[in-house]
């Protein structure tokens, strides 16, 4: 007769999988006990939230008009807080590219800002710029420069680093400087990922660009926070509406254009 | 021999700048410059300098409305919501996969459409509703993180779903299998890993949001954070900044770890 | 300049790479004004550090290195890219950027006569446009001006890379497995490119090669390498068939000897 091995202890009960789920479950537990989540409350607030949901579903259409403008200066502001993001990107990310800089010390230093300004949320950088430079989409501008600039380098120096380093290679050896070798080897390699970058990264700007308004930095967002305040959700459903396609016009326009550029 | 150039080589690169330029003319145009305060140099300053002297007196006080006590919910705000979210994305992610080769995918668009929508949505606009019903603080953010992640995560599973690997599914059919097994031994244990770092990479933005959903009330770091930038109280600003800055780090890397580990 | 002046000399080369491996073992050798040598050799013998060694796309690990009388392996900066704008280079797999055109990728081998700042704005010399043009001409692929190089076949992209080299004006071209990735009809067109270079234009060339066949068909003198030393070199009319041997198969004798 065949002897079937032993499965060992651990394999057999499992031991793994019931540890991450005990650990999971308890952090669930903790956390709900934490954020008071109160099921019941939930419940019965319930028809407070579809008592709001049903005043969007009777969207006020008179509003329409009045939401052009923002939705035209949302777009604006992300097509500028975008370019001057990608433009600060560049040269950064050439630093911080691996098969470029072979200095682990200055890649390490602009990787470490880089990953620092990742960490900042766009509403929290509107919310300080709006403190430096006032109300208004000047404040919206910046905040998507910096929010940008921090997610595009990343995929711009992710970029670098898969490009064919044989026309470095010949640069080097016609006796090009480093400043032509990156223009004429490197950046025409990753021209059109970087276009398509772009594209990308002014998709998630509009998106973002949307709600920045809610704290003063311009755009669409402060109609969102002027409707909410006055409780008129008719109204603020169409900046939601409007908002829906805004995103998904440009996603679209985006998307076409990326795939163009493939 | 002198070659000519066609006339798209030799003018697309100028259409498109002019193209791009155009806009660029435009989108500056809407934007007016003189709207920096003639204080921005003030503020700035002030900022800077608060945020040389962090107001570490904030760090730990012990009545739970400090600094590690907000952070400390914050992230219980993320978990929580990214969890729940988690398991009701998955009915919505084999709603919208589209599963079946050819015809017309009715059920996967509509399902699509919905998760388009929720995502849209925005999440302080959630926030807001379901302060309406469970009265401000985090519970309310629990709730509108978990909402607004179904948005993402059920795209991000349904495409998951669309591209695991037919052939074991094939297997179990050829076998005698019926779908019920497909299920449950091709289809979960082919998607669960994927599904894991899903979550956890979506937790990572959780995390961000939890704490600017403090802004409208819906509990974590961002109410105080809001209100020490409206009273211009720059050192606590920077305390909290940093702490925002150290706990995503953290949490960035914790999950950066466990995704790499999960592949 | 005449014929038989040292043009590159490597004096008690050595190169020993990071992880221990022995890429260049004492390598002495003296090449002379409008020779074509070919190196032939195993995969891993050296052949290609040797060539990169020559140019110092890899620097050595001691010796010296002479490009006309003046130190390679000392140049820096602007010296050195001096001595490299006087040794042109092609490549086993071209190494031209695929996106750009066929004339901006010649282009490019003129960037070493030029300020940084004017190649990145693109103003090249009006001569110097016409000198790319007639490049191309040489190698026979005019007509592909302005087409984009990575829709030429690999053999005309190895001859615009020829046509790179030759903006550099060089004195020495250096050809590191030239043919390896071409098919044997283009393999001929491009070993015959470089023969005229040699012969019209009096440039140095120096070709790394894993066929002795070609070796004797083009080369005025053979060089063999073995796990890094010199182990061969004679003038072609001192080539003997069964040489190639020695080469080739000097590897197991070395076991059987040891």
């Known amino acids: 007769m065949n002897t079937i091995p032993k499965k060992s202890f651990v394999q057999k009960w499992h031991v793994k999988a019931i540890i991450w789920t005990v650990i999971i479950l308890a952090l669930f537990i903790a956390s709900c006990v934490m954020t008071g989540v109160d099921v019941g409350a939930f419940l019965t607030g319930f028809n407070q939230f579809m008592q709001i949901f049903y005043e969007m579903l009777k969207p006020d259409w008179s509003y329409v008009p009045f939401t052009i403008q923002p939705i035209i200066q949302t777009i604006q502001m992300a097509l500028i807080g975008t370019l001057i993001g990608s433009i600060v990107a560049v040269p950064f990310s050439v630093l911080a590219a691996r098969n470029i800089v072979t200095n682990t010390l200055v890649r390490g230093v602009i990787r470490f800002i880089l990953n620092l300004v990742r960490t900042l949320p766009d509403l929290m950088l509107a919310a300080i710029f709006v403190a430096v430079v006032g109300i208004g989409p000047m404040a919206g501008v910046l905040t998507l420069a910096i929010f940008s600039f921090g997610m595009i380098s990343k995929l711009f120096y992710e970029a670098i680093e898969t490009i064919d380093m044989g026309p470095i290679e010949a640069l080097t050896a016609a006796g090009a400087t480093k400043t032509q070798v990156v223009w004429f080897a490197v950046l025409p390699q990753v021209y059109n990922h970087f276009l398509s970058y772009f594209l990308y990264t002014f998709e998630i700007n509009v998106r973002a660009s949307t709600i920045l308004g809610y704290l003063g930095a311009g755009g669409i967002g402060e109609l969102l926070q002027r409707s909410l305040g006055q409780f008129r959700y008719d109204r603020t459903a169409i900046v939601v509406i409007g908002t829906f396609i805004v995103v998904v016009v440009v996603d679209t326009l985006s998307n076409q254009l990326r795939e163009r550029l493939q | 021999m002198t070659i000519k150039k066609t006339f798209w080589q030799k003018y697309e690169a100028w259409i498109w700048a002019a193209v791009f330029v155009l806009i660029y003319i435009w989108a500056f145009s809407g934007i007016p410059v003189t709207g920096i305060q003639a204080v921005a140099g003030e503020v700035t300053k002030s900022i800077l300098n608060g945020l040389f002297h962090p107001d570490f007196s904030y760090v730990y006080t012990g009545d739970g409305e400090d600094l590690v006590s907000l952070l400390l919910q914050t992230l219980a705000i993320a978990f929580a919501g990214t969890l729940a979210s988690a398991i009701f994305s998955i009915p919505f992610a084999f709603w919208a996969a589209r599963t079946k080769k050819g015809g017309l995918h009715v059920t996967s668009s509509t399902g699509k459409l919905f998760l388009t929508i929720v995502r849209t949505f925005p999440e302080i606009v959630m926030a807001i509703m379901f302060i309406k019903a469970v009265g401000p603080g985090p519970f309310a953010g629990v709730l509108a993180v978990s909402f607004h992640s179904i948005g993402m995560l059920g795209k991000l599973f349904a495409e998951a779903v669309e591209e695991i690997d037919r052939r074991p599914a094939e297997a179990i059919i050829a076998a005698g299998g019926t779908q019920f097994d497909v299920l449950v031994h091709a289809t979960i244990p082919a998607v669960i890993p994927e599904f894991i770092s899903l979550t956890l990479y979506r937790f990572e933005i959780a995390v961000r949001s939890a704490s600017i959903l403090g802004l409208v009330g819906a509990g974590g770091i961002g109410a105080p954070l809001i209100f020490a930038i409206g009273t211009r109280w720059w050192p606590r600003v920077a305390i909290i900044l940093l702490g925002i800055i150290v706990m995503v780090t953290v949490i960035d890397f914790l999950s950066g770890y466990l995704r790499k580990k999960l592949v | ?258």
């Open chain 3, 1 to 258: 300049m005449q014929e038989g002046t040292p043009i590159i000399e490597f004096k008690d080369v050595n190169k020993v790479y990071p992880n221990g491996t022995v890429g260049l073992d004492n390598i002495n050798l003296t090449i002379n004004q409008g020779e074509f040598v070919v190196i032939v050799g195993l995969s891993g013998a050296g052949k290609s550090t040797l060539l990169r060694a020559a140019n110092r796309l890899h620097d050595v690990s001691s010796g010296e290195i002479l490009i006309d009388g003046q130190s390679i392996v000392t140049a820096k900066g602007k010296q050195l890219r001096e001595v490299r704008r006087n040794i042109a280079m092609i490549f086993q797999n071209f190494n031209l950027v695929k996106r750009s055109t066929v004339e901006k990728n010649i282009l490019n081998g003129r960037v070493g006569y030029y300020p940084t700042w004017k190649t990145i704005f693109g103003l090249f010399s009006a001569a110097d446009k016409q000198q790319a043009a007639a490049n191309l001409q040489r190698v026979n692929l005019g007509e592909k001006l302005y087409s984009r190089a990575d829709e030429l076949s690999g053999g005309q992209q190895q001859r615009v890379a020829i046509a790179r080299a030759l903006m550099q004006e060089p004195k020495i071209m250096l050809a590191d497995e030239p043919i390896a990735s071409l098919d044997p009809r283009t393999t001929m067109m491009v070993m015959d490119d470089l023969k005229k270079l040699n012969e019209e234009l009096g440039i140095t060339v120096i070709v790394n090669l894993h066929s002795v066949s070609l070796a004797k068909q083009y080369a005025s003198r053979v060089v063999g390498l073995r796990a890094g030393k010199l182990v061969y070199d004679k003038q072609i009319a001192d080539v003997q068939d069964g040489d190639f041997d020695e080469i080739y198969d000097g590897k197991d004798q070395e076991v059987k000897g040891a």
